[in-house]
């Protein structure tokens, strides 16, 4: 079993920044590739970025990329989602994900690929 626990939602301006934080517990964090995705009232939940366990592979979403960076501290148990130049329609639930793989390089935008979910946490970004 995996715990995750997000950080470091809340409100924002347009134009701004936050960093999300995820921290895990329970398996062997480096042997997991991680996500983050997000779910906006009335809509479906919707992938941004994931990064493989060795953190060499990254992948992210067209509407995400050059603003939203992932990274992963192995040594923390910690997948970071760097948020910059955030948008009003970048309000939303974000959610951490969690997956096991075989393969160092691995990473899926695939949430039905993600076995472990934390329980998310709002940001807000005011116009």
């Known amino acids: 079993q995996v715990q995750l626990v997000e950080s470091g939602g809340g409100l924002v301006q347009a134009g701004g920044s936050l960093r999300l934080s995820c921290a895990a517990s329970g398996r062997t964090f480096s042997s997991l590739f991680m996500g983050w995705f997000r779910q906006a009232p009335g809509k479906e939940r919707e992938f941004m970025a994931a990064?493989?366990?060795?953190?060499?592979?990254?992948y992210y979403a067209d509407s995400v990329k050059g603003r939203f960076t992932i990274s992963r501290d192995n040594a923390k148990n910690t997948v970071y989602l760097q948020m910059n130049s955030l948008k009003p329609e970048d309000t939303a639930v974000y959610y951490c994900a969690a997956g096991v793989s075989h393969s160092t390089g691995y990473v899926t935008p695939n949430e039905y690929e993600y076995n472990y979910w934390g329980q998310g946490t709002q940001v807000t970004v005011s116009s």
């Open positions: 990064i493989s366990w060795s953190g060499g592979s990254t």
